[in-house]
């Protein structure tokens, strides 16, 4: 029988991991992608060092995450505002996921494989019911999925769970990465105009990231996804910008899940309250999604961690 089963191997998922690795507990990792850290991916094309997800976050250099994981060296301040300190990576936020990753190879990991509901065997064991028929058992769960997934898997153990789930709201952004000649663009504003359809404009010029002489532009897009996204969504940035029509490099990326707005209501954090309590002993619950303020990567880690604690109470209770 397994130990403890983590579904998703986001960030919050990967924590998670981490910290139960520490404490020496053996895990199965479920993901239903063929690779872990969620919509946090960085690649390099031709000189640019870009990122699928969010290029900065509004962390601080000093986040306890930092130190802990021994980044201080992989992440620098891309720009300071009034309010806001943000933070990025040299290598990307991959450095992040990949610094996570680590303890990964100590343990068991099953990629592109989906859960369809989870429940009881005995008073001792858990059931995951896979969508491919397979049946796990174990003594543990950590389910580390978005609240539209997390919903359907609680359905069948924990069905007053599942309706607090339901409907839950998510911000639907493009990331849109830009490359240019820093000599073919007029002054770059540090956020976008007020009356734009754009949330954020980042910028930088770490010379990690991009070629000499070069910048990367990381604007988010709102847009509606019964729509989709414009054919030429470069071409009307550019246009809206007064930008050059043809950057050196764009590229685009879109994760439906990487947005939760959910922490904006003011019922959010009674809601994630009463889930804590409606969570049987053995099962807990971690990602950005139960996080009750903005998510940053610190409290993303956090969710995972406190829900490897609360594992690891459950699990020394059954022992003793």
């Known amino acids: ?132 028929g397979m049946v796990l058992d174990t003594s543990a769960i950590l389910v580390a999925t978005p609240a539209r997934y997390a919903e359907r898997i609680f359905y069948t153990l924990r069905p007053e769970m599942s309706f607090r789930l339901l409907d839950y709201r998510y911000d639907s952004i493009a990331r849109v990465s830009l490359g240019y000649h820093l000599a073919d663009l007029p002054d770059l504003p540090a956020d976008p105009p007020a009356d734009y359809p754009l949330t954020y404009l980042h910028v930088t010029d770490h010379p990690e990231r991009v070629p000499p002489d070069h910048c990367l532009i990381q604007l988010g897009v709102r847009y509606e996804r019964q729509k989709g996204l414009p054919i030429d969504l470069v071409g009307e940035i550019a246009a809206l910008m007064d930008w050059p029509p043809d950057p050196v490099f764009d590229h685009i990326s879109v994760w439906p899940e990487s947005d939760p707005i959910m922490w904006l209501d003011e019922a959010h954090a009674k809601n994630i309250e009463i889930l804590s309590h409606l969570l049987p002993d053995g099962i807990a619950i971690a990602n950005s999604d139960y996080v009750t303020a903005r998510p940053t990567l610190q409290n993303r880690i956090e969710s995972g961690q406190q829900a490897a604690q609360r594992i690891l109470k459950h699990l020394n209770h059954q022992r003793n």
């Open 1 to 132: 029988m397994r130990e403890v089963v983590i579904i998703g191997g986001g960030i919050s998922g990967l924590a998670a991991l981490t910290e139960l690795d520490r404490a020496g507990i053996r895990c199965t990792l479920i993901e239903v992608k063929d690779r872990v850290g969620g919509s946090l991916r960085s690649e390099v094309v031709g000189g640019f060092c870009i990122d699928h997800g969010v290029m900065f976050t509004t962390d601080r250099l000093d986040a306890p995450f930092i130190s802990a994981l021994n980044l201080q060296d992989a992440a620098y301040v891309p720009r300071h505002d009034a309010d806001d300190s943000y933070l990025a990576f040299r290598g990307g936020m991959q450095t992040l996921i990949d610094r996570l990753s680590e303890s990964l190879s100590r343990h068991s990991v099953m990629f592109r494989m989906a859960v369809s509901s989870i429940g009881r065997m005995d008073t001792r064991r858990f059931a995951i019911c896979m969508e491919n």
